[in-house]
């Protein structure tokens, strides 16, 4: 009894203490929403988002289509339906009280790249009237980064109950869940994947207790809820969460067929393809490069970042120019919190060197997956030289050989190898469907119209 209530004590400590710290990324409540969407904020004030998608199209700054015209109602519904909404606060009279739900229902917007889906929803995100504190806007990979990041933090000040027979079980999703909804309630997810087995685990449980609270969610999603991590790991203890997903978000497909970034125009050179006259593009990018450093404060030098707890040295930057190579920010070890300390340090990255990838190099190919949809996110500039045009970047072979890393994973889950065959994490099904993506925004990239939207100094 003596060990129940120390523990108990302990445990309501530790939640004030998390409270207190603040919500998660509480300072990033537009992140990756386009600066031209918030920069008509303004001029749009008090307008719904059917009006403003409206009268886009009249401008003529819009090319319209039905599905975008089907999920602008879908969302507009929404909007009208969240202005007298309020979700409950979470106490022990509302728990024994509660008659029904009384959440309101999102959206999971589903379809093929470059339709539109996150314009829609970036601007709904900023058009609804609910309050700019009571709302988030982020990229999922980095809200899912944040909650990892989290439930370390919440781990470490649990204290050890010695004596005891058998540890006590803790669960911290709920704390997190607390941390989040003192004061957010509408959550506004961009590219909702699950790759990872370790965001494939906490999701039910993370989400169960977000929706009890009364979140709303809209996402947006190249899958539909019932492809989500497809041929994945331990897959069947993942499913409930995606009844869940269903149970509070309505699903609406948006498979256009068009691709709308390859629509952009014009085009800026800042692809270059080393082609078979072996023309020299490292003098091209070292132009740039000292075009571009000249318009700094500061010299070319390495520099170092302490992130997590470990030094990671980029051996050319300028101000906030970075220079690197395919091999520097792809074949090491660095992961999504190193590219979004990139996206937050530099304007412009030049990238060197990216080779055509197979899935003999799945983890530089998943890292580079990262690596540009951060940067797309961020809305970083790019340069680029390559081995192949953008569209070729990335081969799928129907004959893969287990690299060194596939084995040993292999090894310790203790699975054969004939039963790879429909586990995406070897196969390489997520990497084929992630670049679909990729050469997408690496078109859009090259756009005038993306260079635009951080400054336009260095056009």
């Known amino acids: 009894m003596a060990t129940c209530t120390f523990f108990l004590k302990n445990f309501n400590f530790v939640r004030l203490r998390f409270l207190k710290a603040g919500q998660i990324s509480a300072q990033l409540h537009t992140e990756g929403v386009s600066k031209n969407l918030l920069d008509d904020k303004d001029k749009y004030y ?3 988002v059917k009006d403003m998608y409206r009268d886009k ?5 819009l090319k319209g289509d039905i599905c975008q015209q089907e999920l602008v109602e879908r969302l507009h519904l929404l909007e009208k339906r969240l202005r007298n909404y309020e979700p409950q606060k979470n106490t022990v009279f509302t728990k024994l009280f509660k008659k029904g739900p009384s959440t309101q229902q999102g959206l999971y917007i589903h379809g093929s790249v470059g339709g539109g889906k996150t314009m829609l929803m970036d601007m709904f995100f900023i058009q609804s009237c609910v309050p700019i504190e009571k709302k988030l806007r982020i990229h999922f990979h980095s809200f899912m980064l944040d909650v990892h990041n989290k439930i370390h933090e919440i781990k470490k000040t649990i204290p050890k109950i010695y004596g ?4 006590t079980p803790f669960d911290p999703l709920p ?3 607390d941390a ?3 004061r957010l309630w509408l959550l506004c997810f961009d590219e909702f994947q699950v790759t990872d087995i370790a965001d494939a685990m906490i999701l039910k449980s993370l989400f169960t207790e977000l929706f009890k609270r009364g979140v709303v969610m809209v996402t947006t999603s190249n899958r539909p809820p019932e492809d989500l991590y497809k041929h994945g790991l331990q897959r069947v203890n993942f499913l409930p969460f995606i009844a869940i997903l269903k149970e509070h978000c309505e699903s609406v497909s948006m498979d256009t067929g068009i691709d709308y970034r390859f629509l ?3 085009t800026m050179q800042t692809y270059f393809v080393r082609d078979r006259w072996e023309r020299d593009v490292d003098v091209e990018l070292n132009a740039i490069f000292k075009r571009l450093a000249s318009e700094q404060n500061d010299i070319a030098r390495p520099r170092t970042y302490r992130i997590k ?16 190579t395919f091999d520097e920010l792809c074949a090491r070890a660095l992961g999504a919190a190193d590219y979004l300390q990139i996206s937050q340090s530099f304007d412009v990255v030049l990238l060197r060197d990216i080779p055509k990838m197979t899935l003999s190099i799945k983890p530089a190919a998943r890292r580079f997956i990262t690596l540009i949809d951060t940067l797309y996110d961020n809305k970083v500039r790019l340069v680029c030289s390559a081995d192949v045009p953008h569209v070729q970047l990335f081969e799928a072979s129907d004959s893969i050989d287990d690299d060194i890393e596939d084995r040993k994973l292999m090894d310790d889950l203790g699975i054969r190898r004939h039963e790879t065959s429909k586990l995406s994490l070897f196969t390489g099904a997520e990497e084929v469907f992630a670049f679909t993506r990729v ?21």
């Open 46 to 48: 008090g307008v719904s």
């Open 57 to 61: 199209l009249l401008k003529g700054e």
């Open 164 to 167: 005891a027979r058998k540890p």
């Open 175 to 177: 704390l997190v869940a």
């Open 180 to 182: 989040i909804c003192e």
């Open 264 to 266: 952009h125009g014009p």
């Open 309 to 324: 707890g470990r030094d990671v040295t980029f051996r050319k930057t300028c101000g906030h120019i970075l220079d690197t």
């Open 439 to 459: 050469v997408s925004r690496l078109q859009q990239m090259q756009t005038e119209d993306y260079w635009k939207l951080r400054d336009s100094k260095y056009l």
